[in-house]
């Protein structure tokens, strides 16, 4: 019985998801289905996989890579004189450390981006989010 509302409620999960993220459509999304599924199925078996499907799903279409008028800005800008150094893996959807200095981008506030072990990175300046490492 458990079983059957969990599957019932993962469906339902991913009929409303889905509208939102046709408009999102990108590889985030591909990428977060599918990381999803594997831990969901790693966890529960092919209900958690049904369900970390559908979260992940949901998560990997929230990351959408910025315009490529912010990432041109980013690249353009001179070296601040303020870098970061961290331990922490740097990576698209994982969050930097609360004591990072961001410097919001001017044309898109959407957007800020910091210097971190010398890579430039474009961050969600409400969650302190990478959505992409500059290359």
């Keep these: 019985m458990n079983a059957k509302i969990i599957i019932v409620s993962a469906i339902a999960t991913g009929m409303f998801a889905a509208p939102a993220i046709a408009n999102h459509a990108n590889e985030g999304a591909v990428t977060g289905a599918a990381g999803g599924a594997v831990t969901g199925a790693i966890i529960g078996g ?28 980013v690249r353009q800008q001179p070296m601040p004189a303020q870098t970061f150094m961290v331990r922490e893996r ?46």
């Excluded at 990997?60 to 041109?72: L, M, N, Q």
């Excluded at 698209?92 to 210097?115: C, H, K, Q, S």
């Design 46 to 73: 092919p209900v958690g996989a049904a369900i970390g499907g559908a979260a992940g799903l949901v998560a990997g279409a929230v990351i959408a890579p910025p315009p490529r008028h912010v990432v041109t800005y």
């Design 90 to 135: 740097i990576a698209v959807g994982r969050p930097l450390p609360r004591n990072v200095v961001l410097t919001p981008i001017p044309e898109n506030p959407a957007y800020a981006y910091a210097v971190i072990n010398q890579q430039r990175v474009i961050v969600d300046p409400k969650t302190y989010t990478v959505v992409q490492v500059v290359q």
